[in-house]
């Protein structure tokens, strides 16, 4: 089944002890981005990456970090979480050049306390 | 599932009754205007999507309808059904540099379907 997975779907864990959230697709796509959701905010786009070892900063990318060393594979990775990155945590594929039409993954739910 | 929004314009529809979902969009320049859906507890799912030169696309219940001059984009379901209760996002996207390679979205409508 052609999907985008993502864990966990949930965490919660404290201020600055560094966490990663894997997302993996199977279809082959070149392009991975991941967002964050929050109420009254919709989606916001972190990072994208439009290959492997192509990465580039989105809307709001403060906090995070990304790496794509495999096509498959784009983790997100938060260094040090601050309470303000408590958001439902999305990452999405594409083929290249339809970055309008995304396959997103089941969300990730990360509490920083 | 999840809340993925907890201010939300919210539109009643009685099963069987055609939706009309509305949004205003701000960047003449987009070159896709995008609709998403997302149910609970799930990631956004593609829609439809509508070229800037165009001003109306239909697809299987759904037809989406772009009026430039006013910006403004809807989505209109035909016979509304339960599986359509979710929010529903609309998105532009530019084909040209990095914009490109993202999408904008705005700030969502939840349907809610009675019976």
């Known amino acids: 089944e052609a999907q985008v997975t993502q864990n966990p779907r949930y965490l919660i864990t404290v201020t600055g002890k560094k966490l990663t959230v894997t997302c993996s697709q199977n279809m082959n796509h070149e392009y991975m981005s991941w967002y964050r959701q929050d109420p009254g905010l919709g989606l916001r786009q972190i990072y994208y990456s439009m290959n492997v070892e192509v990465t580039d900063k989105g809307d709001v990318p403060e906090g995070y970090k990304v790496s794509r060393k495999e096509k498959r594979n784009f983790p997100l990775i938060l260094e040090s979480p601050s309470p303000n990155q408590t958001s439902l945590y999305f990452c999405a594929s594409t083929p290249s050049g339809r970055a309008r039409e995304q396959y997103f993954g089941p969300g990730t739910r990360l509490t920083v306390t | 599932g999840e809340s993925v929004g907890l201010h939300l314009p919210t539109l009643s529809v009685q099963e069987g009754d055609n939706s009309i979902i509305n949004c205003a969009y701000s960047?003449?320049?987009?070159?896709?205007f995008i609709w998403y859906k997302q149910e609970s507890g799930k990631g956004p799912q593609f829609i439809i999507d509508?070229?800037?030169?165009?001003d109306k696309r239909q697809g299987q219940r759904v037809t989406v309808l772009l009026n430039k001059t006013v910006k403004h984009l809807s989505l209109q379901i035909a016979a509304t059904q339960p599986g359509d209760s979710a929010v529903y996002f609309c998105?532009?996207?530019?084909?040209?540099?990095?914009?490109?390679?993202?999408?904008?979205f705005g700030g969502g409508t939840r349907v809610l379907v009675k019976p």
């Open positions: 960047n003449s320049a987009s070159d896709y």
């Open positions: 509508i070229r800037s030169n165009m």
């Open positions: 998105a532009e996207n530019m084909l040209s540099g990095a914009a490109g390679n993202k999408l904008t």
